[in-house]
């Protein structure tokens, strides 16, 4: 799920930032270290900052995570690997000791979490929360925001469950059981009509950076707030390509969403 | 039950760690860098203490995780989360063989085998490193992986188990089934991928460190004729000489074809390695005395006085092997052996270092009996070979999956004719020639012979029977059991009949068997091997036929009635005395088994 306050909205209204139907893509992770207030032994703060899904942070009780960077312009904060939604916790976050949402996301699931804002300058940012619960990765940093929508013809991440399925049936024809077993969220994202320039600037750094660590997607904040999805780069690169219209270039990424548990 | 299920599985891995701290007394390790507290890294070896361990789990990358590290308070004793590095699971089950006597396969059948791959990942020791705030940086850009580490620091892997998990979401992992196995080689392949292979551990017993005796390099110290008892010899190991192999208190060394007994040696003068043995006994287990030369080269024996058959197999188990005894049910096995087959008091002498694979083997050809490594259970298990009145359960073609059945057949492994060669003439002399044998007795089916229009033959040489009723009722065991074509079935069933366990006698209903008249033939089939194909959904079960020539029952109470008056149900289950034509009432007697 992906959440904003509303001067957001009015940001993107007067064109400060780019229309909130376009992609917002968290891949920095600017934290450069985490403490906090309650820790089960063996699940640390520290956990937060590693991009891996099989590690958590695990308070056990109410309690607040503390993520320091150096000082800089951030607007996002992207969480995965939890279960907030399945244990009924409320999440309060803050940079700079200032909330950023108008309201405190109470996630009814455990899919990723994005939550963009107003771009503010800080070096802290501090997630609380009402109850025990798990938390497995924190991004902070600014987002890539697209200044063109994705493709329209795409799968909703929270749609995209691959399950395998083995299904029992006797010689006389009784059905015995059935086992499923899951394997990931794939989709493909795409993107097209981005000036080179750009794309140079913008585009180029991203994917860069997905050679080696997962990112938070929202594919269209506005029209479907629940399509966010942690996400794992393809095993090859991703080239942009021009359109051969102008000099619009185009690219798109075979993607991996992290399932979660619940999923 | 559910009727759909989302499947786990996981892999764990158990690795003995030290208890003790770097440096710090007993450990005299000095000048780094820092152990990890396993074996291939430690500087310290006299006082490595495997008192902790680590158990290492993994799960397949899409696996539902959920958090399970754990922690003792010492730190001796860890389990890590599920790391999702798992890519594949394969495993081929135990396959047992009946009576040990089909060709081509040892005693102990096929013994089971795991095979995993793995994906490999960049790993920063967040686990199980007491000194990883001492260690040097690592340079990003050239991080180890996780089983590059694993391989370098542990070279030798055969004190680890491998643990298979199947379960379901939902279950703590002590609900889940589990499958254990020797860990036999970790491989890395270039920091992409691994893979692992175990073993389940019957298949030590076969290893080239598992000899009983052990090989014991001692000489004769000085001429002797054949009635000296006072006896010296040289020895560099003192253990070769005070070591037990049997269950007496006397002791037993060859030298050429003489055993002689002695109850210890002592060094003549510390350091010189020459011992004196005390309580000498020329002649020992009807051996012959002799004249011996200096220099002779002398061979610890094994003996076992009388005694029944498990504690001689549980011994060299437990002591001649690297198997962990604690794989070994003992108080089932007594059971087995005293409930089943307590006529097996045996004895015998082995004169030389022999594999403790071939000796239990010749054990449970021997004494009506077999031992299997159940997965499942971790167990070492132990069953009796006789018939069964009544079957464990039973299956249809509403239970049998529709992923094929098949029906074989191996005219090969038929013993029409068993003889049974007991009471060795020399304690040293060979296993497999008459010459050396003074008794023998053998069990015919000569009606399977002649139906079969062929007469197979089984020659048994044992050091370990010692009386005519023994042998009689292994070699019949043997032939009732094998003097007919040996039929094998293949079919699948769902994980809803998990209780299917090897060894158990089913009762199959299928359309693959038929009468001569072309009806259906619902028969005893014997689960030899147990295969969870697909964990959590398909179970492959290969089954022998179980068949015996003859009518049997069991013991019936005082108040039972008569045959005349005995329903169909007491007819089946009891046992009634036949005339002396050996029929009852004009039907087969009853055999006693």
Known sequence: ?263 | MTFTRERIQLLEIVQPRCDLRYGVSPCTASGGPNCYNCIGTCQDLANFASNGEIRWRFCKPNAHIEPYYSASVDGNTIATDWIPILSSVSTSASKINISGARKGESPFGVTASLSAGFIDVPWDDRVGDYYRGTRPAIDPDDKPTFWQLFVARNPYVGDMRAIVYDGYVGQTMAEMTRREYVLTAITSNDGQSASLDGVDPLQSLGDDDAYFPRTTPIQLYGDINSTTTSVQVYCVNPDDLSDVFGNTARKYIRINDEIIGYSSATETAPGTGIYTLSGVVRDALESTADSHSDETAMQRVGHYARTMFYNIEHDLIANHSRVDASYVPFADWQAVGDEELAYYQIEGTVHEPTKVGDLIGEIVQQCEHYIFWNERAREIQMAAIKPVVAPDGSITENDIMNTGQTLDHDPDSIYTRVFLYYRRNSPTGNLDGLANFSRMTGFIDGDAAQELGTRQELSIFSRWIRTSTQALLSAASITLRYSRVQRYMNLSIHVKDDWVEPSDVISVDTKLMRTSEGVRDVRNWQVIQREDKEPQFRIDLKLQEFAYRGRYGNWMADDSPDYVDATDAERAEGCFWADNDGLIDGEEGYRWQ
């Open chain 1, 1 to 263: 799920m992906i959440y904003w306050p509303n001067t957001l909205n009015a940001q993107a209204n007067q064109g400060v930032v780019p229309s909130l139907k376009h992609s917002r893509i968290l891949y920095q992770s600017l934290a450069s270290n985490a403490t906090a207030t309650a820790e089960t032994d063996g699940y640390p703060a520290a956990n937060v900052l590693k991009p891996d899904t099989y590690s958590w942070w695990i308070p056990g009780e109410a309690a607040t995570i503390t993520l320091t960077l150096p000082s800089q312009s951030i607007n996002c904060i992207g969480i995965a690997a939890h279960n907030l939604g399945s244990s009924g916790v409320t999440a309060t976050l803050s940079v700079g000791g200032v909330n950023v949402l108008d309201d405190d996301p109470s996630p009814s699931d455990d899919m990723p979490i994005m939550a963009v804002f107003p771009a503010v300058t800080a070096d802290t940012v501090t997630i609380a929360v009402d109850g025990a619960c798990r938390i497995g990765v924190v991004y902070v940093g600014r987002t890539l925001d697209m200044i063109q929508p994705a493709y329209n013809e795409h799968t909703p991440v929270s749609f995209a469950a691959r399950t395998s399925y083995l299904s029992g049936e006797s010689v006389s024809g009784q059905w015995l059981g059935r086992t499923v077993e899951r394997v990931n969220r794939p989709f493909t994202a795409g993107w097209s009509h981005l000036p080179e320039n750009w794309t140079y600037a913008h585009v180029v750094p991203f994917l860069r950076s997905i050679r080696t660590a997962p990112f938070f997607l929202a594919q269209r904040p506005s029209g479907y707030p629940r399509d966010v999805a942690y996400v794992m780069g393809p095993n090859e690169d991703v080239i942009p390509a021009r359109m051969g219209v102008r000099d619009y270039m185009e690219f798109s990424i075979e993607c991996t969403g992290h399932a979660e548990a619940s999923a």
